[in-house]
């Protein structure tokens, strides 16, 4: 199975909704805390031309934000 890319940020709902059902799904993910580190927006905002969080990039894949919407288009990509 495929590793994750995610960028969030600490007591984000939205970050820890993603954390968990990329979990569930059992998808490895690296982690990247865009307040410890303010460069990343940067990377956010090459790779999508926005700077929301959280960023999952998953295989050639990149999804801002998460929704049900993400979730079903997550689940896409892996296959489920």
Same mark, same amino acid.
Not at 22 to 42: A, I, R
């Given at each position: 199975?495929?590793?994750?890319?995610?960028?969030?940020?600490?007591? %984000?709902?939205?970050?820890?909704?993603?954390?968990q059902f990329? #979990?569930? *799904?059992?998808?490895?993910?690296?982690?990247? %805390?865009?307040?410890?580190?303010?460069?990343?927006?940067? #990377?956010?905002?090459?790779?999508t031309q *926005?700077?929301?969080?959280?960023?999952?990039?998953?295989?050639? #894949?990149?999804?801002?934000?998460? #929704?049900?919407?993400?979730?079903?288009?997550?689940?896409?990509?892996?296959?489920?």
């Amino acid at each position: 199975m495929a590793t994750a890319t995610i960028y969030t940020a600490p007591k %984000c709902p939205h970050s820890e909704k993603l954390r968990q059902f990329l #979990d569930e *799904q059992g998808v490895k993910y690296e982690e990247k %805390c865009v307040l410890t580190n303010m460069e990343l927006f940067d #990377d956010i905002f090459e790779k999508t031309q *926005q700077k929301g969080i959280p960023l999952t990039i998953l295989g050639g #894949d990149v999804f801002v934000g998460f #929704d049900r919407r993400t979730e079903r288009r997550i689940k896409r990509t892996l296959g489920a």
